[in-house]
């Protein structure tokens, strides 16, 4: 009997459930195809779950709320021995660099269907059993140089709808054993042959459903895919609108190309001073090569002093005009064109000289008093001693604005200007200085100021004219030189008599302005 009940024991024992495949509830533990295999899809699980057996090979954990897995994630449980999980459409957003870390006989992931926006690029490092890599759906968006490290086993990647708009170059270059890449229905319009130079064993590529952009910028790429014979499906355009819908195949390559584009330099409005000489030029890029050509108001240049130069390239040149002893017949627009079998397209560029504005304002008078008392003051002292004190300051002034290189606009004292006026008033005989024509019977006429100002049309340092020379009718743009002329009548007698005309000229010269009058 002892023994009879032995046997039973030992035989429940046998056909007992084994420790591991007592998973905490929601999760099924099973075998499957042979691999120990944790169940827990649509689970409610917001983090890993903790108290899985440690042997598991097998984890699905899909359709759950997991937005982040952590360093070390599945270390941190004890699952070590994972060879393949599948985590898709498991609200993932964040994936560290060193989740996966240790899971050295890893050879499947699954992350289809996540908010992952971006990957380090080591992230699966140290997994170099991986074979399969997953993750469609996820809004990546670009793949960076070297976007995965090196998986020496890698066979099949899938990027499926992940809006990639870039891939580097570089992206796959750590891939060497891959035999399918698919990178379908994102938002790929260029590609470089170069992304694939890499694969020696790549056997499959899917890029059907993405707006391909038929241009020069595709052409090479599109050259080496029809002599590749990788593509199933044929691919087609969808820029630019004159060959919508049309397949690669159908589409010469040479028809893969660029328009002209034009741009000046170094702007498009140059000024230069009349003597001088001047260069300008377009910077014009295209594929198939553009011809460049400039004209002047419209029509071909003629000038026998001007000459163009060219810096030679096929897809990039540029064209360089250069006018010599600048003059107004050289003023105007220059339109450079550039052309090649898709468009033609122009630009322009303005060749100004400097403007010469006129005005003429009232200079400011102190009364009639100070007038007659000025007048009196300079009869009684004697005009030598008037013209010595003018000439002593006009000297001390212009070299002390040269000596200090000053950059503001020059202002008379209370002092100079009475001088100045005293020195207006009286002097009627410009060649001999003589004051003899002055009398007390004169009537003192306040003379006008003619101002020239030298307008400088393009951001130089200009300053405006001193506040004793301001008035409302001066131009409003900006000031470069200043010259300033007074001429009236002196006076005239009360016995009807005209008195010898007063002239006077007086220069103004603002410093911080480089030029004299313009010829």
Not at 318 to 347: F, K
Request: proline share 7%; aromatic share 8%.
């Amino acid at each position: 009997m002892a023994v009879v009940s032995l046997l039973m024991l030992m035989t429940a024992l046998a056909f007992a459930a084994p420790d591991w495949m007592d998973c905490p509830t929601p999760c099924k533990c099973k075998w499957s195809s042979g691999k120990k295999t944790a169940v827990c899809e649509g689970g409610g699980f917001s983090s890993l779950p903790d108290n899985l057996d440690g042997e598991m090979q097998v984890l699905y954990l899909s359709d759950n709320y997991i937005s982040r897995l952590a360093r070390d994630a599945f270390k941190s449980v004890g699952l070590l021995n994972l060879q393949r999980i599948f985590m898709s459409n498991a609200a993932l957003q964040e994936v560290h660099r060193d989740a996966f870390r240790d899971l050295i006989i890893l050879v499947e992931v699954d992350l289809s269907h996540n908010q992952i926006t971006s990957l380090h690029p080591e992230t699966f490092h140290g997994n170099e059993r991986l074979r399969v890599l997953y993750l469609n759906g996820n809004p990546l968006r670009r793949l960076v140089q070297a976007q995965f490290p090196p998986l020496p086993h890698l066979r099949s990647l899938e990027l499926d709808g992940c809006q990639l708009e870039y891939v580097h170059r570089n992206a796959f270059v750590h891939l060497s054993a891959l035999e399918t890449l698919s990178l379908r229905q994102n938002l790929l319009r260029n590609l470089s042959e170069e992304v694939f130079m890499n694969f020696a064993h790549l056997k499959t590529l899917v890029l059907e459903g993405n707006p391909w952009r038929c241009d020069c910028e595709l052409r090479g790429f599109r050259d080496w895919f029809l002599l590749s014979k990788l593509h199933s499906v044929p691919l087609t355009c969808s820029e630019p609108e004159r060959l919508a819908d049309r397949l690669w195949e159908n589409v010469p390559s040479e028809e893969f190309a660029c328009p002209p584009r034009v741009f000046v330099s170094p702007q498009a409005q140059v000024q230069a001073e009349a003597g001088g000489n001047v260069s300008f030029g377009c910077h014009v890029t295209g594929d198939p090569e553009p011809q460049v050509s400039w004209l002047y108001e419209g029509y071909p240049i003629n000038h026998t002093w001007l000459v163009i130069e060219a810096e030679e390239g096929l897809l990039d040149k540029w064209a360089n005009i250069s006018v010599y002893n600048v003059s107004d017949a050289d003023t105007g627009v220059y339109t450079c064109i550039a052309r090649n079998i898709l468009d033609t397209v122009s630009l322009n560029v303005t060749l100004v000289l400097p403007e010469v504005v006129t005005a003429t304002t009232v200079s400011k008078s102190e009364g009639s008093l100070v007038w007659w008392g000025l007048v009196i003051v300079s009869v009684t002292l004697g005009c030598a001693a008037v013209i010595t004190t003018i000439a002593v300051c006009c000297v001390r002034n212009r070299n002390r604005h040269h000596r200090r290189n000053l950059k503001a606009s020059v202002s008379f004292t209370d002092q100079e200007k009475k001088l100045l006026d005293v020195s207006i008033a009286t002097t009627t005989d410009r060649g001999t200085g003589s004051c003899e024509a002055l009398g007390p019977d004169l009537e003192l006429v306040e003379p006008p100021v003619h101002i020239t100002i030298e307008s400088e049309p393009l951001p130089l340092a200009v300053f405006p004219p001193p506040p004793e020379f301001s008035g409302s009718v001066l131009p409003t743009a900006a000031y470069g030189n200043i010259f300033i002329s007074v001429s009236g009548q002196a006076g005239v007698p009360r016995n009807g008599d005209p008195a010898a005309e007063a002239t006077r000229h007086s220069p103004l010269r603002q410093h911080g302005s480089p030029r004299h009058r313009r010829r």
